[in-house]
Structures are given as C-alpha cells and as structure tokens.
C-alpha cells in the first residue's frame, strides 16, 4: 500500500476508535489505556491531526496495531450498552452551560437559571454535563411531588445532597428536627464558597418552596438552577404567581429553552455514532426527517434509537435511503402505541 494511502486508511482507523471514545466519555489517557494498540496519548492524538505528516511514525506499524485495536472496539461496541446522545458541543449543553458561567460570575441577587425542555430535550444530558464539569461545584439535588406541599421534604434532600456533617465535643451532631433549624443550617454550609445547586424536576416546587429559593438568593452566594418541563412549570407560576414573579423578576438571571433535535447535530451524531451513508444527500435528508419527526417521538431519545440501528447495519456497508426509511419505521412503530400509529402518520 502506498505511503499516502496507508495515512489515510489509519487516519479513518482513528477516527472510528475516537467516535466509540466520544460515544462513552472517555478521556484520551483512559481510552488509550483501556484500548491496546492505540498507542500513547500523544501518538493517538497525531494520527488524528490532518495537519501532522507523521513524520518518524512508522505508519505500517501503526496501521496493523489500530486495525487490531478496532477489532476490539467494535466487538465492545457489540457487547456494551450504547450511551445516549451527550456531546458537550450540541446546543442544549452549550446554551445551558453559558446561562450559567454567567450566574456563576454575577454579583447581584440575578443568579437564578431556569433550564426548561420537553421530555427527551436533554435536561439529563445538561445535568450530566455540569456534573462533569463542575463536578466540585455542583450540587445535584432531585424534586419530587412531595416537595410541592412538604418543607420538612424538601429542606431534608437539600441537607442530604449537601453532605452537611457536624460535630460538637459530644461527636456527630443529627440534622436538625425542624425545616427552619434545617436552613439555617443549610444557609451557613452555603455561604462558605458559592456553589451551582442543580434542582432537576424543579416543577415539583411549591409556593413556600419558591420563598425558600428567594431566600436562599438573599442570603447565600448560591447559583440555583432548576430544570423542568415547561407545560408544569407553567402551572407551577400560575398556582404561585405572588411567589415566583419574585425569582422570575430581579432574581433571574437567565432563561434557557431547550430546542427539539437539529437537523445539523443529528448528521453529526450519526457521523459520531459510526453511521455510513451512501452519499451526502442521504445523510442530509436523513437528518432532516429525523428533526422534523423527532419531537412527537421522543427527541433525542428517539433519534439515539435510530442511529444505533442505522450504526449496526452501516457494519455491513453504507445505508441508502430506502434503508433508512425501513429502520426509522421501525423505531418509530415501537414508540407509538399501534392503536394510535394511524393518527401519528
């Protein structure tokens, strides 16, 4: 094989093994590490620059050990669960991640975010992203219906989810029996550094929850962020209108809406995902169907269905578009009911 040719065949190599990396969130020194025949870090990092002539790279070799090395990815990839769709470049994590650099660097009382999406938006896939990124600051704290009329609910997750241990000379002090003796409690743990507390379900709020953020705003240097579904956090402003417009006035600091799947990131997460399709007017069409269906199916979720099928049979060559229709069929007809698939067409 040729220099040059040789060059390219390894570059799609690695290419493919970083697609299987980003598919499950591993860093370059773990993937390495996990994958035998990758190579160093360094090394792996220069066959995936187009821009490095690999110059004292023995190439042959490198092509033998990655081809080597994808035989193992792809027999993994065939074994292990498939991760959802979490790229921190997509727009609901960037959108999301930017509202709260911004709350994170406000002085004033405005640090209140609001993450809203519908089911399959990518409120989990935001969670997991601050989770990661700011793992040391980032307080995940998760509502439930009961928050909606119990304080003594509420104030305890908090409590717990910060982890708060006390001690006096006699040893470990309990948490403290009553809500208000909880936040005072709560209030002093949080004005020791600022933290991001991530309330994901945040439409289970109630009315004194809704007085209880506001509070916590005035008193503390946290940065709240809540996470919810519009339609119920619609309800949750109008039943408590006197309490939210509060944190919905002055207080806020941004108001993020998720958007349904786009055309262009769903292309990209196939690309991602190891999906070939037979040209570029197929993919493109693909990508566009998938956006404009996606949102009556699931979103993202819905689309990740689809391209792990299309991935599976892009193993035995490039999907066309009559194949592409027949997969997108049948993910769709196992996400819609069979009595109502004739209303859905």
């Not at 499950?24 to 020194?29: K, T």
């Not at 470990?172 to 002093?188: G, H, N, S, T, W």
């Not at 956090?233 to 039943?239: A, E, G, H, T």
Request: with cysteine; hydrophobic share 40%; proline share 4%.
């Amino acid at each position: 094989m040729h220099q040059t040719d040789t060059i390219i065949r390894l570059r799609e190599l690695a290419r493919e093994a970083q697609n299987y990396q980003l598919e499950r969130g591993l860093s370059d020194a773990k993937f390495c590490a996990d994958v035998a025949g990758l190579g160093s870090t360094k090394t792996y990092k220069r066959i995936l620059d187009d821009k490095d002539d690999l110059a004292e790279l023995n190439v042959e070799a490198q092509l033998k050990n990655y081809e080597g090395a994808l035989e193992y990815i792809r027999s993994r990839r065939s074994k292990d669960k498939l991760a959802e769709p979490e790229y921190d470049d997509f727009t609901n994590i960037l959108t999301a991640r930017s509202a709260i650099t911004r709350a994170m660097e406000e002085d004033s009382i405005a640090r209140f975010v609001v993450i809203e999406g519908e089911t399959g938006t990518g409120k989990d896939a935001v969670k997991n992203a601050l989770l990661k990124r700011w793992s040391k600051v980032t307080v995940h704290i998760e509502a439930n219906e009961l928050w909606r009329e119990s304080l003594s609910v509420a104030t305890k997750s908090i409590f717990c989810a910060l982890d708060i241990r006390r001690r006096d000379e006699a040893g470990p002090l309990p948490m403290p029996k009553y809500p208000a003796d909880r936040l005072d409690v709560i209030y002093e743990e949080l004005n020791k550094r600022k933290l991001i507390l991530l309330f994901n379900e945040g439409h289970h709020f109630g009315p004194r929850m809704l007085n209880v953020l506001k509070d916590m705003i005035n008193c503390t240097k946290a940065v709240p962020v809540m996470l919810c579904i519009p339609g119920l956090l619609q309800r949750l402003v109008k039943d408590s209108y006197q309490e939210a417009i509060q944190l919905f006035g002055n207080r806020l600091c941004e108001r993020v809406y998720l958007p349904t799947p786009p055309a262009d990131e769903i292309a990209l997460l196939m690309e991602r995902r190891g999906v070939k399709f037979t040209d570029a007017e197929a993919r493109n069409d693909a990508a566009k169907e998938l956006s404009a269906e996606a949102p009556a199916l699931g979103n993202w979720r819905f689309v990740g269905l689809v391209a792990r099928e299309l991935a599976l049979a892009s193993r035995k060559g490039p999907v066309n578009a009559q194949q592409f229709q027949q997969l997108r069929s049948v993910v769709r007809n196992r996400r819609i009911p069979r009595q109502l698939q004739g209303r859905a067409a």
